[in-house]
């Protein structure tokens, strides 16, 4: 006989813009909740105890009125812990938050930029337990000198050619764990590390290049219990050269991805 053995329900992509003044807290939230009280709704379309996602919507929403800090992590807590509160049939929630990147230009305009941006994962069970991971999506990071690849295997499948000073392009993400859910690191600092890291050390890999950036983010960093990444490689193709110029391309797909995790 087949069961249910895992399921879960909620809203995803729940935009929300607070206007405090000249001050903008933005970010798009996901909600799901889990209990064994909402199986009979799949098995036997019971809704008598499913909350509507709308319903999820607006408590998010009216959470964000009433918050008064500006980290994503607050907030998420702050809104599982009150859905647990108002819901006691709910046995669990996890929520995931982007922000929503503004950059003021003047006085009171911001622009709108679509990467590099922090990310925020809770999950909050009844049982008091919480899980918490903390991050920064849509690193997209150019330089032009200072990186190479070279050494790897050569065999018949090998069309690559060695590279002893290339521009290196990539898209990084990056999570951290911290030790002490009361003692977080600041993500805009965390982020600088790694931009510093990305500029300043000559890497053979891009391999090489996130392990230094782990170790500088463990190093220097003692709320951060552990570190993970991945790097994409959007290395762009070559299409003209002449006179020491070189005139580059979008690279594509496929392309290469690197992931490292590291902890104390």
Aim: hydrophobic letters at 40%.
């Amino acid at each position: 006989m087949a069961k249910p053995v895992a399921h879960a329900y909620g809203k995803d992509a729940v935009s929300v813009y607070r206007v405090d003044g000249d001050r903008l807290f933005a970010c798009e939230v996901r909600m799901l909740v889990l209990g064994e009280a909402f199986e009979s709704s799949y098995t036997e379309g019971d809704n008598s105890l499913v909350v509507a996602t709308d319903s999820m919507k607006n408590f998010i929403q009216r959470r964000a009125l009433e918050f008064r800090s500006e980290g994503l992590e607050d907030f998420l807590t702050e809104i599982g812990s009150g859905f647990l509160e108002r819901y006691e049939h709910v046995e669990a929630v996890e929520l995931r938050a982007e922000e929503s990147t503004f950059v003021r230009r003047a006085g009171s305009v911001l622009q709108r930029l679509y990467d590099d941006r922090a990310v925020a994962e809770v999950e909050i069970s009844r049982d008091g337990s919480r899980l918490e991971r903390s991050g920064w999506r849509g690193l997209h990071l150019i330089k032009l000198h200072g990186s190479s690849f070279a050494g790897f295997v050569r065999d018949e499948y090998t069309t690559l050619p060695e590279a002893h000073d290339r521009p290196l392009f990539v898209h990084l993400d990056l999570w951290w764990r911290h030790a002490d859910y009361g003692r977080r690191a600041a993500g805009d600092d965390v982020r600088q590390l790694v931009i510093e890291t990305f500029s300043d050390f000559e890497s053979a890999s891009i391999q090489e290049l996130v392990h230094e950036m782990g170790v500088r983010v463990l190093g220097r960093f003692a709320e951060i219990d552990s570190v993970s990444f991945r790097a994409e490689n959007r290395l762009w193709d070559t299409v003209q050269e002449a006179d020491g110029i070189t005139v580059y391309t979008d690279a594509r797909p496929p392309f290469g991805v690197i992931e490292l995790t590291m902890r104390r």
